[in-house]
């Protein structure tokens, strides 16, 4: 269900706030459930539509490009079983590390992707669907890494 991807391009859907670095790309995880129309693009890189939440009607999706995986392997991420359905995570309030934590449950599938934040502060960004429509982005307490393996099925705790 969830990819990690070097993402090169992310057309549409503010790409100047989501791609700084387009000669590496700019690292996430992204949920293969939002990839639709998975093509090979001149480069060998592969392209996609992804849309931040399908269920709403007026996301006209983004056409995105990753390097450093193949059609194939991303098929193998979306058909591969991630464990339970649901994801409890600490998160910050108002994205504030200062803060203390509250824990928040979300279904796998309403999360769009992940990333890291800056620096080396353990914690990392998180963008979900709430209520069909509205998209939320989140300051969960969890390395990207550690994220990433607890989403994937391997939780660390």
């Known amino acids: 269900m969830f990819i990690p991807a070097f993402v090169l ?3 549409g859907n503010f790409p100047e706030k989501r791609v700084h670095d387009p000669v590496h790309g700019d690292y996430y995880t992204l949920n293969t459930n939002r990839m639709f129309e998975i ?7 592969p392209t996609m539509f992804f849309f931040d939440n399908p269920a ?3 996301d006209g999706g983004a056409r995105l490009k990753i390097t450093d995986e193949s059609i194939a392997s991303i098929i193998a991420y979306a058909d591969t079983d991630h464990g339970s359905d649901s994801i409890t995570l600490d998160v910050f309030p108002e994205n504030n590390p200062l803060l203390a934590t509250y824990e928040l449950t979300l279904r796998k599938e309403n999360i769009a992707y992940i990333y890291p934040v800056g620096g080396t502060t353990g ?3 998180l963008v979900y669907a ?3 429509w509205n998209m939320i982005r ?3 307490n ?3 890494g550690d994220l990433w393996l607890e989403l994937n099925g391997d939780d660390l705790n």
């Open 138 to 140: 989140v300051l969960v």
């Open 39 to 45: 093509t090979e693009a001149y480069d060998g890189n």
């Open 56 to 58: 709403n009607v007026k």
């Open 9 to 11: 391009e992310w057309r």
């Open 123 to 125: 914690a990392s960004w």
């Open 142 to 144: 969890k390395d990207y």
């Open 130 to 132: 709430d209520m069909a």
